[in-house]
Nanobody
Framework: QEQLVESGGGLVQPGDSLRLSCAASGFSLYYYAIAWFRQAPGKEREGIACTSDADSATYYRDSMKGRFTISSDYAKNTVYLQMNDLKPEDTAVYYC????????????????????WGQGTQVTVSS
């Protein structure tokens, strides 16, 4: 059974960094597009970035470029999201998602593009 498990969230202060992990079980991430999303209270789920090893593609939502970095370790079957200079508006539940194939530049920020989701990890940025 395919499963994604996020970890690494927590309570941090503005300006801090966090690295989130998305570990897959039941399937190899190599054959999938893996994306990170976030959802703040009362807001829609927002796509952050997508990576797919099969075509070496990595895409970011324009507003997320610079502070967020997606990376992968396929030996560990894990994808990461490095977040730097965190701000209170980054407070949200962060999810990873997977879809068979490669990242689609036109659709990678759309939740409906992905079939598999983790349970999410809470990130709270507050002083």
């Amino acid at each position: 059974q395919e499963q994604l498990v996020e970890s690494g969230g927590g309570l941090v202060q503005p300006g801090d960094s966090l690295r989130l992990s998305c570990a897959a079980s039941g399937f190899s991430l190599y054959y999938y597009a893996i994306a990170w999303f976030r959802q703040a209270p009362g807001k829609e789920r927002e796509g952050i970035a997508c990576t797919s090893d099969a075509d070496s593609a990595t895409y970011y939502r324009d507003s997320m470029k610079g502070r967020f970095t997606i990376s992968s370790d396929y030996a560990k079957n894990t994808v990461y999201l490095q977040m730097n200079d965190l701000k209170p508006e980054d407070t949200a539940v962060y999810y990873c998602a997977a879809e068979v194939g490669v990242c689609d530049y036109s659709n990678f920020v759309l939740p409906a593009y992905y079939d598999y989701w983790g349970q999410g990890t809470q990130v709270t940025v507050s002083s």
